[in-house]
């Protein structure tokens, strides 16, 4: 059978390249496309992707058939190029298919390149077949076209995975690129094809009866309507990609909406312009208890009723079809789910769409926990942080507001000062820390007693603390009357004498309070507090332990006082300090065997002022330090001076405050006044009281080191305050003086005379040295001697002398005796 050899239009060759890629490129859109649709759209798309893809393919084929020119006019079955083209749609269609589905595995890829080869394979052969000239093939070559097409398929589903998964700016580009690549796979599968056939010339002549065409133009018009069918493709994958993206732009909005409407801290609720709710989220479950399916379409007002909230804010205004208004804020509470009060603020923002108000959204925040450190800070700012009581701050407000009432009502109503007297003394001697426990079980027992005395004591009754030891109240409405107050001042100043347990001792103290009422002593907060603080500290000057009501006398004692401490703190510089000496006699021959160094001020108006006058002012000035490191120098320079001028070695007794006791360089203090004076220190003899031993660790520390200095320790004042036999166990105490408070009525009171003769006999038997301070007439002095007491320190003898006068009345008669012995 005669060969037909045939030729190549270039144009036409180039032009099926084209198509191919075109192609190509269109099928790695649709692949994504497909991808994102979902039901009958993905049925859509599936559809005319198919066809699309499937006629680009064809198309390509077709007009490569069409650039092999052979000798003779060819003719084609219709019938034939209809069932090539169905087989590229249906590749195509199965491609789209394996590709748009999610997942990527290599079984999908393997049965869709198989059906894509097979149906690429088919497409070409049949179409090759539709030629009504007769073709003979080259097994090797159609064996090889099968395999390019195989390559091509498996490629391009490959890329249609990759592409489908990937979002970028670049996209087109990679597309592309590929769609070149898949472009000389699919014509080089074909043109690999038509190098296996060998035309032939029919027996019947040079063709035979069909559909005659001309190639190059029937060519270019089948590109030009595959060009249209793709771009046409192209151009709908593009505008459903703008409307996709702003589609997903907008389901996206939609899902960043919801996310923060379900997972919002606050309750949401949404309504329409009726009330009625449209939605809520979990937050409102969580804080009601309530479902979504529970409260759906019912009226808010309905459920504002059925959680019963109770609005702290006028919730009248609230208007569910008035969309004007811009957001409002409400306060409300309610009750939780397991009976908790719950706080609220409620805003209610308006949803306009379009300009229109179409409801509301009702945002509900829990502040509680915001509430509760809101009054945390407050209480904190207002109350003691140690009793809790109120503080000064808080007093101001709760003073001016009983002001503001009382005067409107014509009432009265009083404030007490109250100061704990020798508290400095504990928090001294025991520490800061047993202090605030002390403060604490003082604050406890003044609570106690107003409870006592008013069964509806806080509303009538403010106790403030107002810094150390002093404390405040405001007595209101009708206890605030003279009479109630009195007796409430009672109540409290015997609690406070009660013992007190600290470190396994028993400690007593007592308390003055001066009271001013309103309005007699002052119509305004200030002048009421400066009324009553001058009336406690008169309580104080006369000897503590009770209460006093303020009088206009107290003012001009107030300024007395305050007019002596400004003179009082330029008297060492004036040199207006003098030492006074009271002679310590022996009872068997009446000889003096010692002094007590007693302070005196020669006040420049006054006159010879004694110690208990301005010894208080000094130590709650803190000037007691510079007045006892003079005390103890002078006394230790002028026994040196009677002992160089030929007087009798005796000791010089002075006495230490609790300050003074306390401060952390005494010992340097005493070893520097003797140092300077040149006394030896067996005759340096130191009084203490017993309240500065209370701490033992730190009094017996103190103690030792002044004993192995070479002072003796004098106790003072034993048996009135916190005696305790262990002390004289524990301390180095060369002496005890008996008070004069127990000598005073010794002739009379029998139980003075018990325990002054137990304390003498006491002493004696612990070897120590016991003198009697005090006494005035020979009936005392009688009774000391027949209980063997053999020192003695009072008036009886002798008065406190300036130094000049000891030496003449005690000195001068020594002398004397001596010269004429």
């Known amino acids: 059978m005669e060969h037909l050899h045939g030729t190549y239009n270039i144009e036409l060759v180039v032009l099926s390249y084209i198509i191919a890629v075109l192609s190509s490129y269109v099928a790695l859109d649709l692949a994504g496309r497909v991808s994102l649709a979902r039901g009958t759209s993905r049925k859509v798309w599936l559809g005319c992707g198919a066809m699309a893809m499937g006629l680009g393919i064809w198309s390509m084929h077709f007009v490569g058939m069409l650039a092999f020119v052979l000798p003779n006019h060819v003719s084609y079955s219709l019938g034939k190029v209809v069932l090539s083209v169905l087989f590229a749609v249906v590749a195509s269609g199965v491609a789209l298919h394996i590709a748009g589905r999610k997942g990527g595995h290599v079984k999908q890829i393997a049965i869709a390149g198989l059906s894509m080869t097979i149906g690429i394979s088919c497409m070409h052969y049949v179409g090759m077949a539709a030629m009504s000239v007769p073709v003979s093939y080259e097994p090797a070559k159609v064996w090889l076209s099968i395999l390019i097409a195989a390559a091509a398929s498996f490629t391009a589903l490959w890329l249609m995975f990759i592409f489908r998964q990937r979002h970028s700016k670049r996209l087109w580009m990679y597309k592309l690129g590929s769609g070149l690549i898949m472009g000389l796979g699919i014509t080089g599968m074909h043109y690999t094809g038509m190098s296996a056939a060998h035309f032939h010339v029919s027996e019947g002549g040079m063709g035979v009866p069909g559909l005659r065409i001309e190639p190059l133009f029937l060519g270019y018009t089948i590109a030009i309507g595959t060009f249209i069918t793709l771009g046409l493709a192209l151009s709908g994958i593009i505008i459903n990609q703008r409307f996709s993206q702003k589609d997903r732009r907008l389901q996206e909005n939609e899902q960043w909406y919801q996310a923060l409407y379900d997972n919002h801290a606050d309750a949401i609720i949404s309504v329409d312009c009726e009330g009625y709710i449209k939605g809520i989220n979990s937050a409102v479950t969580r804080i009601t208890g309530y479902l979504e399916k529970d409260v759906i379409h019912c009226s808010i007002d309905e459920i504002v009723e059925r959680i019963d909230i109770h609005w702290t804010s006028d919730p009248a ?45 009702i945002l509900i925040k829990d502040v509680t926990k915001e ?18 009581l109120p503080n000064r701050r808080k007093l101001d407000e709760v003073l001016e507001e009983a002001i503001a009432t009382h005067k409107a009502a014509g009432e009265t109503f009083a404030v007490m000062v109250m100061d704990i007297d020798r508290f400095k003394m504990i928090n001294d001697s025991l520490g800061h820390s047993i202090g605030d426990i002390f403060l604490k079980d003082v604050s406890a027992r003044i609570v106690g007693a107003i409870q006592a005395f008013d069964s509806d004591a806080m509303e009538n009754v403010m106790l403030a603390r107002m810094g150390g030891d002093e404390f405040t109240l ?40 001066g009271i001013a009422m309103f309005p007699e002593h002052g119509t305004e907060a200030d002048m009421l507090l400066k009324h009553a603080d001058t009336s406690m500290y008169e309580v104080k000057k006369n000897g503590k332990n009770g209460y006093k009501f303020y009088s206009a006398e107290l003012d001009s004692a107030l300024y007395e006082r305050i007019e002596l401490e400004g003179y009082l703190r330029k008297a060492l510089e004036r040199d207006e300090m003098v030492l006074y000496y009271q002679p310590q006699i022996r009872t068997s021959d009446r000889r003096m065997i010692g002094v007590e160094a007693l302070i005196r001020w020669k006040h420049p108006q006054k006159g010879i002022l004694t110690p208990d006058v301005f010894i208080p002012i000094a130590e709650e000035t803190g000037m007691i330090y510079d007045i006892g490191n003079w005390t103890l120098r002078e006394a230790c320079k002028q026994m040196k001076r009677w002992h160089a001028s030929g007087g009798p070695l005796i000791p010089v007794s002075v006495n230490l405050s609790s300050q003074q006791f306390h401060q952390a360089n005494l010992l340097e203090l005493v070893k520097n006044a003797l140092e300077d004076s040149g006394l030896e220190a067996r005759y340096l003899e130191l009084e203490i009281t017993e309240s500065m031993m209370m701490d033992a660790s730190v009094s017996t520390s103190i103690l030792n080191e002044l004993s192995a200095l070479g002072v003796k320790i004098s106790l003072d004042d034993f048996g009135t305050g916190y005696s305790s036999l262990s002390y004289l166990k524990q301390y180095p105490i060369n002496k005890l003086k008996i008070d004069r408070s127990f000598v005073t009525d010794i002739t009379e009171n029998v139980s003075d005379q018990a325990i002054v003769a137990t304390i003498i006999s006491m002493a004696q038997h612990l070897n120590m040295e016991v003198i009697a301070e005090g006494i005035e007439t020979k009936g005392q002095l009688d009774f000391l001697m027949q209980n063997d007491c053999r020192e003695i320190q009072g008036y009886y003898f002798s008065r406190p002398l300036p130094a000049s006068e000891v030496e003449n009345d005690f000195f001068m008669p020594l002398r004397q005796h001596f010269s004429k012995a």
Do not use: C
């Not at 509430?371 to 809790?388: N, S």
């Not at 405001?474 to 605030?480: A, S």
């Open 474 to 513: 405001v007595v209101k409405n009708e206890q605030g009357h003279a009479d109630r107050v009195q007796e409430l001042a009672k109540r409290i100043v015997r609690a406070i004498q009660l013992p007190y347990r600290l470190k396994d001792n028993d400690f007593y103290v007592t308390t003055s309070i």
């Open 317 to 361: 205004d609230i208007s569910w079809e008035d969309g004007t208004r811009s957001q409002e804020y409400y306060t409300a509470t309610m009750k939780g789910l397991h009976g908790q009060l719950i706080d609220l603020h409620i805003t209610v923002v308006p949803v306009l769409i379009e300009g229109s108000h179409v409801g509301s959204h």
């Open 371 to 388: 509430k509760q450190a809101q009054e945390h800070i407050r209480h904190q700012a207002l109350h003691d942080p140690l009793t809790g």
